[in-house]
């Protein structure tokens, strides 16, 4: 019998796939390690930013952050009920100032028919309303007005307005007094003679007029 001797070196048909079964196997091997490196460097990163963060640290943000949050909201709220409030005290104040035109205009209507009424019934008492209101205008003031009206004479020095010619006369100690005719009508008189003649004279029109002189 002949026998053939095979050496440990030659290779054989299976030795081609078990060459490929092994770097398949370290391919995979390879693969797994690279995996559970990335983990363990995520991990370690992980642990490093906790260690350097701390735990805690993180937690008191969380926290910070929601206190924050809910400060903001009570903000907000302060905010609107301070906007509602000024605007029911502005319609307060609009409300206020219609009840004060409103009583106004009331009170105005009110005086408008009692001096109507005092006119009627007293006719003289429109007369002095004017003429103090004359007075007043011309220069006077209010106690020398009243005295005045009550037919007292008074020496008067410094200006006196004309509304018939808009201009002021200077008067120098002169005497004024409101006088009463027959029908009681009132009239200012200014050196015993009426006021616009007065002013007349003071303004020379009337011997301007007399010269041929056109004002």
């Keep these: 019998m002949d026998f053939k001797l095979v050496s440990q070196y030659e290779p054989t048909g299976d030795q081609p796939q078990a060459k490929q079964e092994l770097a398949r196997i370290k391919a995979e091997a390879k693969t ?13 990163a992980l642990n490093g930013l906790n260690s350097l963060l701390g735990g805690n640290k993180m937690n008191q943000l969380e926290k910070e952050n929601k206190e924050l949050r809910n400060e903001v909201e ?5 905010i609107e009920k301070l906007h509602a ?11 206020e100032i219609n009840r004060a035109n409103e009583q106004y205009q009331q009170e105005v209507t009110s005086l408008k028919r009692i001096l109507e009424k005092a006119y009627q019934w007293f ?23 009243d005295k005045l009206l009550h037919g007292h004479a008074i020496n008067y020095s ?49 011997q301007e007029q007399r010269k041929g002189i056109k004002i």
Aim: proline share 2%; hydrophobic share 30%; glycine share 4%.
């Design 123 to 145: 006719p003289s008492f429109k007369r002095f309303l004017n003429m103090e209101r004359e007075c007043l205008q011309r220069g006077f003031n209010e106690e020398q007005t």
């Design 74 to 78: 009570e903000l907000n709220g302060q």
């Design 32 to 44: 797994e390690e690279l995996k559970n490196s990335a983990t363990k460097t995520a991990t370690a």
């Design 158 to 206: 410094g200006w006196l307005h004309s509304n018939e010619y808009r201009r002021n006369a200077l008067a120098d100690n002169v005497s004024a007094q409101v006088i009463r005719d027959e029908k009681r009508n009132l009239f200012l008189y200014i050196n015993q003679m009426p006021i616009t003649q007065w002013f007349r004279k003071q303004f020379g029109i009337g």
């Design 85 to 95: 409030d000024m605007q029911k005290m502005k319609d307060n104040h609009t409300r």
